[in-house]
């Protein structure tokens, strides 16, 4: 997976793998993608003092007709946990 930080790539994850992140106070937008399929933004806001956790996942539904052709951008789940 990728994982995406406004924008700009941050890492490249394999399954079960975590990644820490320190990233500047304010709002910022995250995106995971696998191949053309990738989570909606979460948008995720930081105060320079807080530890924030998401979670990235490939369920079922991702590799259904509707999700891996139709909607390809909200195929995965990224969740603030």
Do not use: C, N
Not at 30 to 51: F, I, K, N
Request: charge should be positive; charged fraction near 25%.
């Amino acid at each position: 997976m990728k994982i995406k930080v406004d924008g700009h790539l941050a890492a490249r994850l394999k399954r079960g793998a975590s990644q820490r992140f320190e990233v500047a106070p304010g709002r910022h937008v995250v995106r995971v993608h696998l191949g053309w399929q990738a989570s909606s933004p979460v948008e995720v806001s930081v105060d320079g003092t807080e530890t924030v956790t998401l979670e990235a996942a490939v369920y079922e539904r991702s590799s259904m007709f509707t999700e891996t052709f139709l909607r390809p951008g909200s195929a995965l789940d990224l969740r603030v946990m």
